[in-house]
């Protein structure tokens, strides 16, 4: 497998105010797939992803990545993490993407590309030559010296996209990537994870969107911060997808 995340449990807020966003969540993502996770908002969709990265700090359960434990609850509840080195090495792992691009409004889109290479201390030229590799592949090589300012929202997921694989991770991990695009700059976005799919990199994505979870090969159906279907290896196949 390669992401397994086990019971895991997530809460906001205390006393009367609390509320219970994740109730026990088990999921298995094998390479090569495209997944998606399905579920209307305030799910617990999104919750899950950043638990999963480590953005959000859970309550309890087990999140592997390739074999490797990243976080764990002990017996007594308390929280483990991976050493330095092997989160390091983990968080290679995966690229992210978001519905609200999470773009440097000040920089320029060559240099919000290369931004996760700088910080794993790659050098200047190589990091600038491998972002405009990435934004040719995404279709704004003509568009590196813009802003994000100066980009349509289609485009923009372009850049956050290319941010995302300029790193060469074996994962992509998006929220929501079309929920804030118009249908066809959606479609646009699909149709780059259809391509990088097909280059062996694996996908997840979350949706409340049923025409977007068309695409995947397994959904994965979230709802009230408790599974409801797909958490292990029912996946569909390409004719059963085109079917439904």
Not at 174 to 192: F, I, N
Not at 227 to 241: D, I, N, P, S
Request: aromatic share 4%.
């Amino acid at each position: 497998m390669f992401l397994e995340i086990q019971q895991i449990k997530k809460h906001f807020g205390e006393g009367e105010s609390r509320v219970d966003v994740l109730r026990g969540i088990d999921i298995s993502i094998e390479k090569g797939e495209i997944c998606v996770l399905l579920g209307p908002s305030g799910s617990g969709k999104s919750t899950l992803l950043r638990c999963a990265t480590m953005l959000e700090t859970m309550d309890s359960g087990e999140i592997v990545y390739l074999g490797k434990k990243a976080v764990w609850s002990d017996e007594n509840g308390k929280l483990n993490y991976a050493d330095k080195k092997d989160l390091k090495e983990i968080q290679s792992q995966y690229g992210l993407v978001f519905q609200n691009f999470n773009l440097l409004p000040r920089q320029s889109v060559l240099e919000n590309v290369a931004l996760p290479l700088l910080y794993a201390g790659v050098r200047k030229k190589e990091r600038l030559e491998r972002a405009k590799e990435m934004l040719a592949r995404v279709g704004l090589e003509e568009r590196i010296q813009f802003k994000p300012t100066q980009l349509s929202g289609g485009q923009k997921q372009r850049v956050a996209i290319a941010r995302a694989m300029v790193s060469q991770p074996r994962l992509l991990l998006a929220d929501e990537p079309t929920g804030a695009l118009d249908t066809r700059s959606g479609e646009q976005v699909m149709e780059l994870f259809a391509q990088l799919h097909s280059e062996g990199v694996t996908i997840v994505m979350i949706t409340h969107e049923p025409e977007i979870a068309r695409h995947a090969q397994r959904i994965v159906t979230i709802r009230d911060g408790r599974l409801e279907q797909g958490g292990f290896g029912e996946c569909r196949t390409e004719q059963e997808g085109d079917a439904s």
